[in-house]
């Protein structure tokens, strides 16, 4: 059974500081990772997908990696408008339906 | 592309009444997926359909939960007989998977209170 863990739970970040948020899975043969953004009240909305270890993404001010066991979210010099719950899903070779984390809610503070 | 519509965006109801709601995918794409998520939670997996074929379930769908999707268009859920643990956001999803890549895109969600 597929299994995503994200970590912290949460966070708070000044504006301008940079940080991580991790996301680690176990999955028979991975076909994709997924990073979504979700503000209150709203569906989640699409960042990044990953497919291979020592692939990056970038969008903006937000940096996604992919090693065989984990993948990382790097914010460089989050403004509030980053504040949000960022969802980490993974599917495996055999399924075409992801798992989600549970996410990790971020405040960005000015 | 107009995104993925779902509706209503709100629906209070009372225990024990049945409730419908309706999901238009991102057009062309094949598969539709609902989930749900309580506060706190990822989206949890319901069901999925590829076209006009409901292709799997998840065991927290219930005898009280079915959904459709004639023609491989539009698709809805219904919840027969809510209960109060029904109170969730039901999300809906769709993709089309292209060389084997199958990113989902997600619609604003129907937000269901059962008092």
């Known amino acids: 059974e597929d299994q995503v863990t994200q970590s912290p739970e949460a966070l708070r970040l000044q504006e301008g500081e940079s940080s991580s948020l991790n996301c680690s899975y176990t999955?028979?043969?991975?076909?994709?990772l997924f990073w979504y953004r979700q503000d209150p009240g709203k569906g989640p909305e699409f960042l990044f997908t990953?497919?291979?270890a020592g692939e990056e993404k970038e969008k903006e001010r937000l940096k996604a990696t992919l090693t065989k066991k984990e993948s990382f979210l790097h914010i460089t010099a989050p403004k509030p408008e980053d504040s949000a719950t960022y969802l980490c899903?993974?599917?495996?070779?055999?399924?075409?339906?992801?798992?989600f984390g549970r996410g990790t809610s971020l405040i960005v503070h000015p | 592309d107009t995104g993925v519509s779902q509706n209503p965006r709100h629906k209070i109801t009372k225990r024990g009444q049945n409730v419908t709601f309706r999901c238009d995918p991102i057009?062309?794409?094949?598969?539709l997926y609902w989930y749900r998520q309580t506060l706190g939670q990822g989206p949890e997996f319901l069901t999925y359909?590829?076209?006009?074929?409901?292709?799997?379930k998840s065991r927290l769908l219930s005898d009280r939960f079915s959904a459709e999707r004639p023609k491989g268009s539009f698709s809805t859920l219904e919840i027969q007989r809510t209960e109060q643990g029904d109170s969730a956001m039901y999300l809906c999803?769709?993709?089309?998977?292209?060389?084997?890549?199958?990113?989902?895109?997600f619609g604003a969600g129907t937000r269901l209170s059962v008092l």
């Open positions: 990953l497919y291979s």
């Open positions: 359909f590829q076209n006009e074929a409901q292709l799997e």
């Open positions: 999803a769709s993709s089309r998977t292209i060389q084997a890549k199958n990113i989902q895109y």
């Open positions: 999955v028979s043969g991975l076909r994709g």
């Open positions: 057009s062309e794409h094949n598969r």
């Open positions: 899903a993974v599917q495996d070779g055999g399924s075409y339906i992801p798992t």
